[in-house]
């Protein structure tokens, strides 16, 4: 009976919705070529705008879409090169970021990332009920919470147009069943880290406090083992609702291995795009004694240690402090650059911001939020270190970018940066690794005091990310990825054919 019901609403919008979306594209195509003088004209133009029509729906499922991080590069570069590879598709996002337009959208992705789209090939559907997927709303039980609140989100997404190829791009597994057996989508899957990991399952069950286990939680052997029961019957439907997926792809190596092992799967592994071209000129010498964090103001990203290194480090070495009205050359600047998505983002820069007062070290620290992708070059073109201090961050495209640019990385010593990307190339280091407030003091005190050998390094590093981070790389493992989806000649659901590609015209002899 459930079935029966999901399937007639499904149905019931199915072709509307669809030629809608179709003919909302077609309208904006022709506005625009009209707005700039070159609609097509003549037999020729005319049969290849025909073949051209896009027919097949990829939809992405990628709630925070204006969010401007790592994940969002993925999105949008993926969408770039779907729209020139495959005018065949027309992207559909789905986002709960209801207080801007597409328009703001599409301009945040130009000046933030550099990226150019063409929004007659693209469209948007609003979602109204973001807010079941918000973390703040589930204060406890926050896994099994947000999960059930993507299944809603999914639904919504899904009651507003069903596409062809359904896209999770943000990581949120439970809208996988509704998609494909509900909507008959080929299910493809964008892992940027697993929602539950045995890393977190350890931590719990070693008693380890951390963003995601309270204090008060492990502190109390029972509360311990019941959270222990909670996160081991969570992995197991995540491994049920994994398998539903079709394609995953994840970002790094070590998303692979718990993706395998949780979803009984074989992933490809295919590592975001950097715009490793945007940063190949920077100079590598003459750099100012600048620490540069290029990262989302989240909790998980670790802001809070990199305070910890830095007044470390002045502690060591007090002659680098700066004073206000002066200026030190010997001085050293921490400056954080990130976005902020919503309001408990602003307010934690706001803690940051007083983490830094009481360490005594807010005259060595500057917070730039929200900087345009001019800003974040112009940061990282005269910054001498790179610092990322996120544990068990699943990539660390930031990491990438600081090595692209010609700084110094010094990164956590744990999954994404130690396994894939501050790794040794041609048998000599591209960076450091480090773990606690000291150990970062000390690396970041090396980078400092080296001679003109610094120098090799930082050209290690820009070479060894170059060959293996580009946008090109990703492209084209994207592509090969993803082909046989985006490709289709025929559009299916439930095993029925509902859409031919539009057939030429036989021509008059």
Partial sequence: MVMFYCNARILSGYRSNRNKVFQEQAELKKRREQSVGSAAEGDS??????????????????????????????????IRDIQQKYPNVLSVVYTGDTDVDKDSILERVRTRMNIELDPSMIGFKFLKKRHWVEGENWSRFTLIGQSFGSILLGWEALMHVVPDIWI????????????????????????????????????????????NNANDVASSSIYTAVKLIYYRCFAFIYSIVGSFAHIVMVNSSWTKGHIDSLWGIKSTVVY???????FKDFPLRNRERVIVSVAQFRPEKGHVLQLE???QLLKNHPEYRQQKGSDNPQGVQLVMVGSARNTSDEDRIEQLKKKAEELGIND??????NAPFSELQAWLARSKIGIHTMLDEHFGIGVVEFMAAGLIPIAHNSAGPKMDIVRPYNNQPTGYLATTPQEFAEAIEKVLSADESIVDMQMRARDSVRERFSEKVFGDLLQQ???EVLARERITIYGHKLV??????????
């Fill in 45 to 78: 133009e005319a049969t290849d705008d025909k073949k051209n029509t896009p027919y097949v729906i990829a939809g992405f499922f990628h709630p925070y879409c204006n969010a401007g991080g790592g994940g969002e590069r993925v999105l949008w570069t993926a």
């Fill in 168 to 211: 999770d791009s943000m990581g949120y597994a439970f809208t996988y069943p509704a998609a494909r057996v509900f909507g008959g989508c080929q299910v493809v899957a964008y892992v940027h880290y697993p929602t539950i990991s045995s890393d977190m399952i350890g931590r719990v069950a070693s008693r380890e406090s951390s963003h």
């Fill in 272 to 278: 975001p795009p950097c715009d490793t071209e945007a």
């Fill in 309 to 311: 290194a830095m007044a």
């Fill in 364 to 369: 060595n620290v500057t917070f730039v939020v």
């Fill in 481 to 483: 990825c993803m082909h």
């Fill in 500 to 509: 031919d590609p539009p057939q030429e015209e036989p021509k008059e002899t």
